[in-house]
């Protein structure tokens, strides 16, 4: 672990592990895929491994789990290329997926004995996307054009079959960096219903948290956690919910991420107004135990509490949480407006005792130990978004604010741009003056542009 700013010797030996592959800005070393950079705002939906719950007007949860867009959150600021590296997808989890995917086949095929008329449904996107940063040249660009489309075929009333792939092309110096591109499998699993209980077996994103940005309790995740626009990356999971009510609901996960098992149960409790979740981890991954809690209600104002206490095999116990209101108005068709705090008990306290060796290997995806975030959208006439946001250390007061403008064409084409500003005091994390072991590693600023096609 490297704790220390003079430690440059050592920062400089992990840099030379990571693959340049990971990163497509031109004269840097790479970070891994969970490094986070500039922040923004979007109104993309949560993806969620748990059973659709109730939700409250002010909550910024008022949107359908089994989506396939994450909350809200800020993107990564190198690039969407970073998403390309995929974790989870060695012999043990291969060979899982194989299972689930054979057992999809075979339902589909053998789909006319189970319904008389087998419903369908394609579905996804299809995108391109320009990123320029800082120092602005020739030479740093890079061009991303993906598909992303999603077949869904509904077998009888209780039983369905999902499969989604995405191909990619890389062109500019993420086509150097990164290779050509790349055809995946993001999606494959079943969903059954049984009375009380509902199974989704397969590849699948899990996914859960409700606050913005943070997430403490999601410990299934393979992908940059706040990329804006991004899908979270698939894993093999088994997961079974059972409803003890209208209001109460038991959740039962087993995931392999990194040929690696992570076991947990959830328990999902609506009590008013407010909307609860308990839940416990036995993750093998990062080798420890973790109790987690999620609250989130509304009193005239949102709110919510999401936290998580971890009991590591090696190390010190440490506790990670984020606290958060927000509220809408009518301007426009809406303003809204999100204020958080966020504290995790193993970041550092400023830029001489920061873990940046978690940071390069992936193991961190920020430094310090006590954030503000602040979240805004303002929605014109339901085709056009401004959004803001901005992340502030405030344990070296740095910080990245990022301004974003979209707007629908045609209902379903999407153009947007968005600009990334990294700024500060002084040294810090967010501001790697020269002489700071993260100098080179990240832009100034950066320029965004991108068409989406949604279908």
């Not at 440059?8 to 970070?31: H, N």
């Not at 109730?54 to 949107?63: A, F, G």
């Not at 089994?66 to 993107?75: E, N, S, V």
């Not at 800082?134 to 079959?161: K, M, Y």
Request: aromatic fraction near 10%; charged fraction near 20%.
């Amino acid at each position: 672990m490297i704790s220390h700013l003079g430690d440059l010797s050592a920062v400089g030996r992990l840099q030379g592990k990571i693959s340049q592959k990971r990163f497509p800005f031109p004269g840097c070393v790479p970070l891994p895929s969970a490094a986070i950079r500039p922040p923004t705002l979007a109104p993309f939906l949560h993806e969620s491994a748990s059973l659709p719950r109730k939700t409250l007007p002010h909550s910024p949860n008022n949107r359908d789990p089994f989506l396939p867009h994450k909350h809200p959150a800020p993107h990564h600021w190198w690039l969407p290329f970073a998403s390309l590296g995929r974790k989870g997808q060695g012999p043990l989890s291969l060979r899982f997926h194989a299972y689930w995917i054979g057992l999809a086949l075979c339902l589909v095929t053998t789909a006319t004995p189970l319904r008389a008329e087998v419903e369908s449904q394609i579905r996804g996107e299809i995108r391109s996307r320009l990123a320029l940063f800082s120092p602005i040249h020739g030479d740093n660009w890079a061009l991303e054009l993906r598909a992303r489309p999603e077949l869904v075929v509904f077998l009888t009333q209780d039983l369905s079959a999902t499969v989604t792939v995405r191909g990619q092309r890389n062109l500019g110096r993420g086509a150097d960096l990164l290779g050509d591109g790349d055809f995946t499998l993001d999606r494959a699993f079943i969903d059954l219903r049984l009375g009380q209980w509902d199974l989704r077996l397969g590849r699948q994103s899990v996914n859960f948290g409700s606050a913005l940005i943070w997430n403490p309790i999601d410990l299934v995740d393979s992908n940059i956690p706040l990329d804006f626009d991004i899908v979270k990356n698939g894993v093999d999971a088994i997961r079974a919910s059972y409803s003890l009510s209208s209001t109460a609901s038991l959740t039962g996960l087993m995931a392999f991420p990194e040929d690696s098992v992570l076991s947990m149960i959830k328990a999902d409790l609506l009590l008013g107004s407010a909307d609860i979740s308990l839940l416990a981890v036995d993750d093998r991954v990062a080798g420890a135990w973790v109790l987690g809690l999620d609250l989130k209600g509304d009193l005239g104002v949102g709110y919510w509490l999401e936290g998580a206490a971890h009991f590591p095999e090696k190390g010190a116990a440490y506790q990670d949480f984020v606290v958060g209101l927000d509220y809408s108005w009518p301007l426009f068709d809406r303003l809204y407006l999100a204020l958080q705090f966020h504290r995790d008990g193993s970041g550092g306290t400023g830029v001489d005792n920061y873990d940046y060796g978690g940071l390069i290997t992936g193991r961190k995806g920020f430094l310090a130990r006590d954030y503000a975030s602040i979240l805004s959208s303002l929605v014109i006439k339901e085709i056009n978004t401004l959004n803001g946001s901005l992340i502030y250390n405030l344990d070296d007061d740095s910080y990245i604010t990022t301004l974003s403008g979209s707007r629908y064409f045609f209902e379903n084409l999407l153009a947007s741009v968005r600009v990334s500003l990294f700024r500060g005091s002084g040294p810090g994390e967010f501001n790697p003056v020269e002489g700071h072991p993260l100098e080179g590693l990240q832009p100034t600023e950066s320029y965004e542009l991108w068409l989406e096609w949604r279908f």
